[in-house]
């Protein structure tokens, strides 16, 4: 672990454990606890959301050999296990994605594209469900001051977007592609020559209407479905909120939650996002907490499983070819 990312992980741990013993801890562990099986329900809850997500995915994949939905859904179960877990800042499973996808017979710059193109309709859809949740917000006029704080934030976010988009679609990865190359060829690494051709990729998918347009629709819906399972986790620890709430406080939280992105697991930032899109609806700083906790225990529920499927894939690419050999030894 690099030190800025242990200095991080800790930093998060600190401000996590802060914000628990200030809001009640023993109250905390006690609803938590009380939860029982319905945690279960909130872990369940999650899998449709991935499962959209994995399809808005799928829906940008330009590529001869498309792998099947069960493919994708998978493969995005443990990019989130990545991201959720490990210190990686949030984005190290986008690039495990892509090798895995290449290991399913698709070529390296096909998968490298989907990923990346994929990845900014993720964050474009986010910020349109963002908008929705202030939408929902405006209902209440008492509302208008932190509107307008979050309304400015969205802006700028709008912005960084559109910058990043212009910029793959005039060269980003061309940098990114020649970079790896070289190091490639330095350290002699084996395969990264499937990457040729990365930046043409990303430019053409871009030039695809119908998949940028299937790919945002598709996560979109994820994040709405990002709902029930707010609903589930609040309803579970004995606090319960129309559809209107539970779609306020995912839209405002994940907002929050993305600010975070270079904290590994935004330890600290998720709970002092979901205190504020909480308190929006009226549920106090224990509810709120005790929501992240359970968004937590769902993470490392479907996370640790999703690190062993990981590890599980490389080993077994790793020993095929020793295994190869010792059958043709045993044969000859």
């Keep these: 672990m690099k030190l800025a990312a242990l200095f991080a992980t800790l930093l998060g741990?600190?401000?996590?454990?802060?914000?628990?013993?200030?809001?009640?801890?023993?109250?905390?562990?006690?609803?938590?606890?009380?939860?029982?099986?319905?945690?279960?329900?909130?872990?369940?809850?999650?899998?449709?959301?991935?499962?959209?997500?994995?399809?808005?995915?799928?829906?940008?994949?330009?590529?001869?050999?498309?792998?099947?939905?069960?493919?994708?859904?998978?493969?995005?179960?443990?990019?989130?296990?990545?991201?959720?877990?490990?210190?990686?800042?949030?984005?190290?499973?986008?690039?495990?994605n892509v090798r895995l996808l290449g290991q399913k017979g698709v070529p390296l710059s096909s998968a490298g594209a989907s990923v990346a193109v994929d990845k900014t309709l993720e964050i474009v859809s986010q910020i349109v469900f963002t908008l929705l949740g202030l939408a929902l917000l405006m209902l209440d006029p008492a509302q208008a001051d932190i509107i307008n704080v979050i309304a400015g934030s969205i802006g700028v976010a709008i912005g960084l977007v559109a910058a990043f988009i212009v910029a793959q679609r005039f060269g980003l990865f061309r940098l990114l592609e020649e970079g790896i190359l070289k190091l490639a060829r330095k350290q002699q690494w084996k395969g990264a020559e499937g990457l040729v051709g990365l930046n043409e990729e990303i430019v053409a998918l871009y030039k695809s209407p119908r998949r940028l347009v299937w790919g945002t629709l598709l996560h979109l819906v994820s994040w709405t479905l990002g709902g029930v399972e707010i609903w589930a986790a609040l309803h579970v620890v004995g606090i319960d909120v129309d559809p209107r709430g539970a779609l306020i406080v995912e839209s405002l939280g994940q907002a929050f939650k993305s600010i975070g992105f270079a904290i590994p697991g935004a330890l600290g930032v998720q709970e002092g996002g979901l205190i504020l899109a909480c308190r929006l609806i009226g549920v106090d700083a224990q509810g709120a907490i005790e929501l992240s906790l359970l968004k937590r225990i769902r993470e490392i529920g479907i996370g640790i499983p999703g690190l062993i499927a990981w590890q599980w894939i490389e080993g077994r690419r790793l020993l095929a070819p020793r295994l190869k050999d010792m059958s043709g030894e045993t044969i000859s």
């Excluded at 809001?23 to 029982?36: D, F, M, Q």
């Excluded at 899998?47 to 995915?57: D, K, M, R, T, V």
């Excluded at 590529?63 to 099947?68: G, K």
């Excluded at 994708?72 to 490990?86: Q, T, V």
Aim: hydrophobic residues 55%; proline residues 5%.
């Design 13 to 96: 741990l600190a401000i996590l454990v802060a914000l628990v013993l200030a809001n009640g801890g023993v109250a905390i562990e006690t609803a938590i606890a009380s939860a029982g099986f319905g945690i279960l329900w909130v872990i369940a809850a999650h899998f449709p959301q991935s499962l959209f997500s994995s399809l808005g995915w799928r829906a940008v994949l330009a590529s001869e050999r498309v792998p099947p939905a069960t493919t994708f859904f998978g493969l995005r179960l443990i990019r989130e296990s990545i991201n959720g877990l490990l210190p990686v800042g949030q984005v190290g499973g986008e690039f495990v």
